[in-house]
């Protein structure tokens, strides 16, 4: 059984500029959700997606979106960047939307905005 | 407003002793509750996980207690190995507003194990 793999491993991005980011979710495993970790602090919800449909979302701006394809792997997109999104980004992914559930994370994203 | 919290930044337990990582909550709604562990540049490691109807479960080493009246969780590591040496978060999903299966994870606590 393979598990969540996230790519790429490091990102330096320029203010204004846009990112993409990809997950691969668990075999098995048909919702995937999106976190951001701010240097010692936890994870922050984005958003989540069940169905290639998002599922919920936190307390994140709209340049923050996000896909899922029909394999279950997922991107989440960052446009007009800034200073403060530097950050890891982790994707998890889980069976089911809907109920108590354990997520499964992978190494995550560090992305560095100068 | 922070849902869930861990007040202690970190933990430093002699190998062999007990851990005992703490966290509390806010939100009643909270039904479902877990610990990961985190090693530098590597995502969180699922540890173990609780129910609310539940008030303790335990796998190896690991044990989860769960306090719903005081809103608090701790996890209990007997005993400590050098390998646990990590950031543990604790994290809770659930509630009428809460879309899905979406975690709310507190700060993290960073345990330190001594050979």
Redesign the interface.
Known sequence: ETG?T?SPTHLIKTRGQQVTLRCSSQSGHN?V?W?QQAL??????IF?Y?REEE????NFPPRFSGLQFPNYSSELNVNALELDDSALY?C?S?RK????????????TRLTVL | DQQVKQNSPSLSVQEGRISILNCDYTNSMFDYFLWYKKYPAEGPTFLISISSIKDKNEDGRFTVFLNKSAKHLSLHIVPSQPGDSAVYFCAASGGLYNAGNMLTFGGGTRLMVKP
Do not use: E, I, K, M
């Open positions: 969540v996230q919702t959700s976190y010692g602090q936890g994870p922050q919800f989540q069940y599922n919920g979302r936190g982790l998890a889980s939307a809907g109920v108590p559930n354990t997520q499964y994370f992978g190494p995550g």
